[in-house]
T-cell receptor
């Protein structure tokens, strides 16, 4: 149990589908993150939320739309994805964005786009 | 742009061997270097290093940072099959623009054979 829970664990979707990834943290942290991990590539930071406000968007295509309704929950809404978007999507949290020591990761959602 | 290079990319050893993993970096406003272990999905935190020359140790694992030469090493002694994993190195920026942003390396895949 990492304290960060992601659902679903696996997702297969077509290019015209709309789906959402969910992340929940039970650690009382104020910052949450979405990372993408593709095969043979380093972890890529996608979005950073601090106190429910998006503070960083690393040139992520608009077909990925994050939502942070409160400091414990983070969503990633997916729409008209491409096969190259297939990857492991990891959610993480930290105490806060600027003074954090470590990231706590969830187990990820393995996404396959067909 | 921040850069983290890990070497080797993969390594196969036998139980009982000692291994050294390398991480070199270039980052604006360095704050810390972090090592993570990723066995299946969620990376788990190993060490955070902020000062040169001070060894961090946890059981058979140890790590040290050289801020002058911009690298860190992760040592694992008396390796066990349970040490098989991808080891990730990340650097974190200090305050200011993109404070707290982590940049990850490609990782080193360690396989320990019985």
């Amino acid at each position: 149990e990492t304290g960060v829970t992601q659902t679903p664990r696996h997702l297969v979707m077509g290019m015209t589908n709309k789906k959402s990834l969910k992340c929940e943290q039970h650690l009382g942290h104020n910052a949450m993150y979405w990372y993408k991990q593709s095969a043979k590539k380093p972890l890529e930071l996608m979005f950073v939320y601090s106190l429910e406000e998006r503070v960083e968007n690393n040139s992520v295509p608009s077909r990925f739309s994050p939502e942070c309704p409160n400091s414990s929950h983070l969503f990633l809404h997916l729409h008209t994805l491409q096969p190259e978007d297939s990857a492991l999507y990891l959610c993480a949290s930290s105490q806060d964005r600027q003074a954090r020591a470590t990231l706590h990761f969830g187990n990820g959602t393995r996404l396959t786009v067909t | 742009e921040d850069k983290v290079v890990q070497s080797p990319l993969s390594l196969v050893v036998h139980e009982g061997d000692t291994v050294t993993l390398n991480c070199s970096y270039e980052v604006t406003n360095f704050r810390s270097l972090l090592w993570y272990k990723q066995e299946k999905k969620a990376p788990t935190f190993l060490f955070m290093l902020t000062s040169s020359g001070i060894e961090k140790k946890s059981g058979r694992l140890s790590s040290i940072l050289d801020k002058k030469e911009l690298f860190s090493i992760l040592n694992i002694t008396a390796t066990q099959t349970g040490d098989s994993a991808v080891y990730l190195c990340a650097v974190e920026r200090r305050w200011g623009t993109n404070a707290g942003k982590s940049t990850f390396g490609d990782g080193t895949t360690l396989t320990v054979k019985p």
